[in-house]
């Protein structure tokens, strides 16, 4: 199993600013996950995070909106960047330790003003 | 383009009776498949993995998978008003999960 420490939990952003969302796992792992939750919809996969090299994203999603970091093997940030309304969303970090379950932070809930 | 497909729902069952729940998945060369319950507001928690055709039981939960029809189910008997949530089928293959889009299930007291 792993634990992830997700934050912030929340927040109310301007439209036109960026939010750095974090996320803490309790072990190392390969590849950690971002993906979008919007209202009454499913999760939808931004991107797939490695240490040591460029994240790789999903269709429909870009580098220059959606930065990532993943300084080491137990850490990542996602960065929503010059939001717009349509960004509000529930932003999920997950983790597969062993290549099979899925593991998530407690998602940061966004809505831009 | 992978996919996982289920039928949104909202499903409604009285208490004490059988939930079923369903997905078919788009992918062969999936390896293993999982259910997941959502609380509103709250993130994804598993409930169910299954790995070969066939059912697996925990507790009040039955997993089935059919990998020649490319189908999932999930039953839940004996429903309690705490089993309303979103269920989430879901896939895995390839270093990714993909996710259906959950069946939001109502279980009336």
């Known amino acids: 199993s792993a634990v992830i420490s997700q934050k912030p939990s929340r927040d109310i952003c301007q439209r036109g600013t960026s939010l750095t969302i974090q996320c803490q796992v309790d072990s190392q792992v390969t590849m950690m996950f971002w993906y979008r939750q919007q209202p009454g919809q499913s999760l939808t996969l931004i991107a797939t995070a490695n240490q040591g090299s460029e994240a790789t994203y999903e269709s429909g999603f870009v580098i220059d909106k959606f930065p990532i970091s993943r300084p080491n093997l137990t850490f990542s940030t996602l960065t929503v960047s010059n939001m717009s309304p349509e960004d509000s969303s529930i932003y999920l970090c997950?983790?597969?330790?062993?290549?099979?379950?899925?593991?998530f932070g407690q998602g940061t809930r966004l809505t831009v003003v | 383009q992978k996919e996982v497909e289920q039928n949104s729902g909202p499903l409604s069952v009285p208490e004490g009776a059988i939930a079923s729940l369903n997905c078919t998945y788009s992918d062969r060369g999936s390896q293993s498949f999982f259910w997941y319950r959502q609380y509103s507001g709250k993130s994804p928690e598993l409930i169910m993995s299954?790995?070969?055709?066939g059912d697996k039981e925990d507790g009040r939960f039955t997993a089935q998978l059919n990998k020649a029809s490319q189908y999932v189910s999930l039953l839940i008997r004996d429903s309690q008003p705490s089993d309303s949530a979103t269920y989430l089928c879901?896939?895995?293959?390839?270093?990714?999960?993909?996710f259906g889009a959950g069946t939001r299930l109502f279980v009336k007291a």
């Open positions: 299954i790995y070969s055709n």
């Open positions: 997950s983790v597969n330790p062993s290549n099979t379950e899925a593991f």
């Open positions: 879901a896939s895995y293959g390839g270093f990714k999960t993909i």
